[in-house]
């Protein structure tokens, strides 16, 4: 101990000359300069004091204020001044992988050094940290997973929760265990970062913890609701460019009578907007005064038009677009590289920010182009507040982010675009003033703006809890149900009780509502447990292959492409995948494995073209397989030469067998009626199959059942994407026979 004890200080010595080497060199100055003009310079000392004296602090701050990149730094920096940097271990819990990457690599350049030396990260399947790590930024789910193994945090001196506004599940249930653990543990400091100023509600959850605020600067910001838009951009608007020139007309009487017309015309926008309303989470009266229209056909015109007046018309700036999602995104890129109306293209910066961008990009994000070039990000809500990027003068707000939803009552999760909340409208519409004052337009009336919601719904009120009740009763939190009864906001008990009767639908629960075996299998794979039941089985009957590119395309998405224009085109280049054997996974199977050989001949991107299959989703579901196979070693459930893991891949029977057990109980039963095919499920009664499946086409199904993997509400139920099974693979592969639940399930479908 003594030896140990002596490494340790001269350890703690070395890092603290080095630290200090860095900040008076060249480089050091400048950044230390940079970093230095962030308004968290300015309550340093106060922030180091509140946590050096409370066990728990809430700090507040305006995003880019520099929460994320200096409040972890400043710890690790005082703790190595008062030679204890080799002693000091802080963790720092980000809600996005992109962003634990991101963060840590930032401040490993902001103190002269490569990421994995004093700062690292660790995010699922992927890390990057050495033996001297002593900053650490991991996803929240990292953080979780390791109070499995280590239930006090043996060693950690500082825990960071950073985005705690955000109220993603994962955060809010890491606040209860960790409020749990605190009693355990005086010595250890919990410092909670929020960007929005409501930081009681937490410092209230933690018995009246201390409150910092740093203030910010940011310059004005003028607001553009969607009357205001189509006033500015006016000619180019479609379809609103018949009264365009208003403006030319001589007569005053004229001018007025043109006035008019379009003022008639942007109130039957809102009207139009009434109808198609997307209307789903809102109360009733929401309903009746909220209006929108179609967000997929209006939406991406209306921001291509406002992009062409900002290149056209206004002042030099970078452009930030809030879209909803890595799709979209794709989409509007394509859109706008063909659109001459933006300008010469060498003067126009395209770029993507979302949650799966490459880290090359990523740096273009951050980066000032050059004079004369006009850089426009379109981004998802990734750049809302965990990414800034200060050179933004315009953003341009759909209103709408995809966030899950999970209505109880009937049991679906969705991915949905929907309402944002007034809270994030006003976090984009600020992301336009870090330089100067700035402009942002929201595609949306102001009368929408007036009935969103205030803040938007706590995760862990709107998501299945599947995962989280396997976490809890892994980390032996006891009682579910009382549990959850200690979180910030506790969810409904109806979605607790859907939670734990799904988890003993499909054998990870006992009847107990203790883990089984399978349950504790799942609770260490950090996917869904339908997928990881999938990959357990998929390991299990030697059949990996197949079961990794399904279970990589159901958790991004599908690489089929369906573009508006040649919708039935598209269809039929996906039904050859199929080859009559009435399963949408393995259609899936037979893309990835032609693009694989494709690839191998370089011809990826032709037969991507061809087949009408997106080169992109084909790519990331690789890299997905990838990780899937590294983590199915990690966790001992195939042995590192693969001998025998793909011995029964071939056998399609099996794969269907395997694709049931991950599935159950999503079931449909087949009733071939005379020209059509007749879908029942249990809790929906009649459901209906979309059109992009390859089961959708159909007359005639010769399997007695489907099973499914999501499931839609519109106005029917529809199932996305579906498996044809026997009856003997439902009988063996569905759910948990010991339970009697397939018994009866059967009475009720047959
Ligand atoms: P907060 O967490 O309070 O929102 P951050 O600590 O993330 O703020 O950011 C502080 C400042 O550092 C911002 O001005 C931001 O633009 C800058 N910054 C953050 N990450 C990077 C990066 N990777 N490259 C360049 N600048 C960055
Ligand atoms: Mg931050």
């Given at each position: 101990?003594?030896?140990?004890?002596?490494?340790?200080?001269?350890?703690?010595?070395?890092?603290?000359?080095?630290?200090?080497?860095?900040?008076?060199?060249?480089?050091?100055?400048?950044?230390?300069?940079?970093?230095?003009?962030?308004?968290?310079?300015?309550?340093?000392?106060s922030?180091?004091?509140?946590?050096?004296?409370?066990?728990?602090?809430?700090?507040?701050?305006?995003?880019?204020?520099?929460?994320?990149?200096?409040?972890?730094?400043?710890?690790?920096?005082?703790?190595?001044e008062?030679a204890?940097?080799?002693?000091?271990?802080?963790?720092?819990?980000?809600?996005?992988?992109?962003?634990?990457?991101?963060?840590?690599?930032?401040?490993?350049?902001?103190?002269?050094e490569k990421?994995?030396?004093?700062?690292?990260?660790?995010?699922?399947?992927?890390?990057?940290?050495?033996?001297?790590?002593?900053?650490?930024?991991?996803?929240?789910?990292?953080?979780?997973?390791?109070?499995?193994?280590?239930?006090?945090?043996?060693?950690?001196?500082?825990?960071?929760?950073?985005?705690?506004?955000?109220?993603?599940m994962?955060?809010d249930?890491?606040?209860?265990?960790?409020?749990?653990?605190?009693?355990?543990?005086?010595?250890?400091?919990?410092?909670?970062?929020?960007?929005?100023?409501?930081?009681?509600?937490?410092?209230?959850?933690?018995?009246?913890?201390?409150m910092?605020?740093?203030?910010?600067?940011?310059?004005?910001v003028?607001?553009?609701?969607?009357?205001?838009?189509?006033?500015v951009?006016?000619?180019?608007?479609t379809?609103?460019?018949?009264?365009?020139?208003?403006?030319?007309e001589?007569?005053w009487?004229?001018?007025?009578?043109?006035?008019?017309?379009?003022?008639?015309?942007?109130?039957?926008?809102?009207?139009?907007?009434?109808?198609?309303?997307?209307?789903?989470?809102?109360?009733?009266?929401?309903?009746?005064?909220?209006?929108?229209?179609?967000?997929?056909?209006?939406?991406?015109?209306?921001?291509?038009?406002?992009?062409?007046?900002?290149?056209?018309?206004?002042?030099?700036?970078?452009?930030?677009?809030?879209?909803?999602?890595?799709?979209?995104?794709?989409?509007?890129?394509?859109?706008?590289?063909?659109?001459?109306?933006?300008?010469?293209?060498?003067?126009?910066?395209?770029?993507?920010?979302?949650?799966?961008?490459?880290?090359?990009?990523?740096?273009?994000?951050?980066?000032?182009p050059?004079?004369?070039?006009?850089?426009?990000?379109?981004?998802?809500?990734?750049?809302?507040?965990?990414?800034?990027?200060?050179?933004?003068?315009f953003?341009?707000?759909?209103?709408?982010?995809?966030?899950?939803?999970?209505?109880?009552?009937?049991?679906t999760?969705?991915?949905?675009?929907?309402?944002?909340?007034?809270?994030?409208?006003?976090?984009?519409?600020g992301?336009?003033?870090?330089?100067?004052s700035?402009?942002?337009?929201?595609?949306?009336?102001?009368?929408?703006?007036?009935?969103?919601?205030?803040?938007?719904?706590?995760?862990?009120?709107?998501?299945?809890?599947?995962?989280?009740c396997?976490?809890?009763?892994?980390?032996?939190?006891?009682?579910?149900?009382?549990?959850?009864?200690?979180?910030?906001?506790?969810?409904?008990?109806l979605?607790?009780?859907?939670?734990?009767?799904?988890?003993?639908?499909?054998?990870?629960?006992?009847?107990?509502?203790?883990?089984?075996?399978?349950?504790?299998?799942?609770?260490?794979?950090?996917?869904?447990?339908?997928?990881?039941?999938?990959?357990?089985?998929?390991?299990?009957?030697?059949?990996?292959?197949?079961?990794?590119?399904?279970?990589?395309?159901?958790?991004?998405?599908?690489?089929?492409?369906t573009?508006?224009?040649?919708?039935?085109?598209a269809?039929?280049?996906?039904?050859?995948?199929?080859?009559?054997?009435?399963?949408?996974?393995?259609?899936?199977?037979?893309?990835?494995?032609?693009?694989?050989?494709?690839?191998?001949?370089?011809n990826?991107?032709?037969?991507?073209?061809?087949?009408?299959?997106?080169?992109?989703?084909?790519?990331?579901?690789?890299s997905?397989?990838?990780?899937?196979?590294?983590?199915?070693?990690?966790?001992?459930?195939?042995?590192?030469?693969?001998?025998?893991?793909?011995?029964?891949?071939?056998?399609?029977?099996?794969?269907?067998?395997?694709?049931?057990?991950?599935?159950?109980?999503?079931?449909?039963?087949?009733?071939?009626?005379?020209?059509?095919?007749?879908?029942?499920?249990?809790?929906?009664?009649?459901?209906?199959?979309?059109?992009?499946?390859?089961?959708?086409?159909?007359?005639?199904?010769?399997?007695?059942?489907?099973?499914?993997?999501e499931?839609?509400?519109?106005?029917?139920?529809?199932?996305?994407?579906?498996?044809?099974?026997?009856?003997?693979?439902?009988?063996?592969?569905g759910?948990?026979?010991?339970?009697?639940?397939?018994?009866?399930?059967?009475?009720?479908?047959?």
């Amino acid at each position: 101990n003594v030896v140990m004890e002596r490494i340790q200080r001269r350890k703690s010595l070395q890092l603290r000359n080095q630290q200090a080497a860095w900040q008076e060199s060249n480089d050091g100055q400048s950044m230390m300069e940079f970093r230095r003009s962030l308004p968290a310079q300015k309550e340093r000392q106060s922030l180091l004091e509140a946590i050096s004296q409370n066990q728990v602090v809430v700090v507040s701050g305006e995003t880019g204020c520099g929460k994320t990149t200096q409040l972890p730094q400043y710890i690790l920096e005082s703790e190595i001044e008062a030679a204890r940097g080799a002693t000091c271990s802080i963790i720092c819990t980000q809600p996005r992988r992109i962003s634990a990457i991101s963060v840590s690599e930032r401040v490993a350049a902001e103190r002269g050094e490569k990421i994995g030396e004093s700062v690292g990260y660790k995010v699922r399947l992927e890390g990057m940290r050495g033996r001297d790590t002593r900053l650490l930024f991991c996803t929240t789910g990292v953080l979780l997973r390791r109070l499995l193994v280590d239930r006090s945090l043996k060693g950690v001196t500082h825990v960071i929760v950073d985005e705690i506004h955000e109220r993603g599940m994962n955060e809010d249930f890491l606040l209860i265990v960790l409020k749990d653990l605190l009693p355990r543990r005086p010595e250890l400091r919990l410092v909670l970062m929020s960007a929005t100023l409501n930081a009681e509600m937490f410092s209230s959850y933690f018995g009246g913890a201390p409150m910092i605020h740093i203030p910010g600067f940011t310059y004005p910001v003028r607001s553009r609701f969607l009357e205001d838009i189509l006033e500015v951009t006016g000619h180019r608007l479609t379809p609103y460019n018949q009264i365009d020139d208003y403006g030319q007309e001589k007569s005053w009487k004229m001018q007025k009578q043109a006035l008019r017309k379009r003022k008639s015309q942007i109130a039957s926008v809102v009207e139009d907007a009434v109808k198609a309303a997307d209307l789903r989470d809102y109360s009733p009266q929401t309903r009746d005064s909220l209006s929108c229209w179609n967000p997929d056909s209006i939406g991406f015109n209306l921001i291509e038009n406002v992009l062409c007046h900002i290149c056209q018309k206004e002042r030099d700036g970078a452009v930030l677009v809030f879209m909803t999602g890595w799709d979209d995104i794709n989409t509007l890129k394509d859109q706008l590289q063909s659109n001459p109306l933006l300008g010469d293209p060498s003067k126009v910066l395209l770029l993507a920010c979302h949650g799966s961008m490459a880290s090359s990009e990523q740096k273009l994000i951050f980066d000032k182009p050059e004079p004369g070039v006009r850089k426009i990000v379109l981004a998802t809500n990734l750049a809302e507040t965990s990414i800034t990027i200060n050179d933004v003068v315009f953003v341009v707000d759909c209103g709408k982010a995809k966030e899950t939803s999970y209505d109880a009552l009937n049991n679906t999760p969705c991915l949905l675009p929907t309402w944002i909340s007034k809270a994030s409208a006003r976090q984009r519409r600020g992301r336009a003033g870090r330089v100067q004052s700035g402009e942002c337009f929201h595609l949306y009336p102001q009368c929408v703006y007036n009935v969103f919601a205030d803040y938007q719904l706590p995760e862990l009120l709107r998501t299945p809890l599947q995962s989280l009740c396997l976490q809890i009763k892994s980390l032996r939190l006891g009682s579910i149900s009382e549990f959850l009864s200690r979180a910030l906001q506790s969810p409904e008990s109806l979605s607790v009780q859907n939670a734990i009767e799904y988890l003993k639908v499909i054998g990870a629960f006992d009847q107990n509502e203790e883990l089984t075996v399978l349950g504790k299998h799942l609770s260490m794979l950090p996917v869904e447990p339908k997928l990881g039941k999938m990959l357990i089985f998929g390991a299990i009957f030697n059949c990996l292959d197949p079961i990794l590119t399904i279970v990589a395309g159901l958790s991004v998405r599908d690489p089929f492409m369906t573009p508006f224009d040649k919708k039935d085109l598209a269809e039929s280049a996906k039904l050859q995948f199929s080859c009559r054997d009435y399963s949408d996974h393995l259609a899936i199977v037979r893309a990835y494995d032609g693009w694989r050989d494709a690839e191998r001949d370089r011809n990826g991107y032709d037969y991507c073209w061809r087949n009408f299959l997106s080169a992109q989703t084909l790519k990331a579901l690789d890299s997905l397989r990838r990780q899937f196979l590294f983590l199915l070693k990690d966790t001992g459930l195939i042995d590192e030469n693969m001998t025998t893991c793909n011995k029964w891949s071939r056998d399609e029977n099996l794969v269907r067998a395997i694709i049931c057990a991950g599935l159950y109980p999503g079931v449909s039963s087949v009733v071939n009626k005379e020209k059509s095919v007749s879908l029942k499920t249990m809790e929906d009664g009649q459901v209906m199959l979309y059109s992009s499946s390859v089961n959708g086409k159909e007359a005639k199904i010769p399997f007695p059942w489907l099973v499914f993997n999501e499931k839609v509400k519109v106005n029917s139920v529809f199932l996305r994407d579906s498996t044809a099974i026997s009856d003997s693979i439902l009988l063996l592969f569905g759910g948990n026979i010991q339970q009697g639940g397939l018994v009866s399930s059967f009475a009720l479908l047959i």
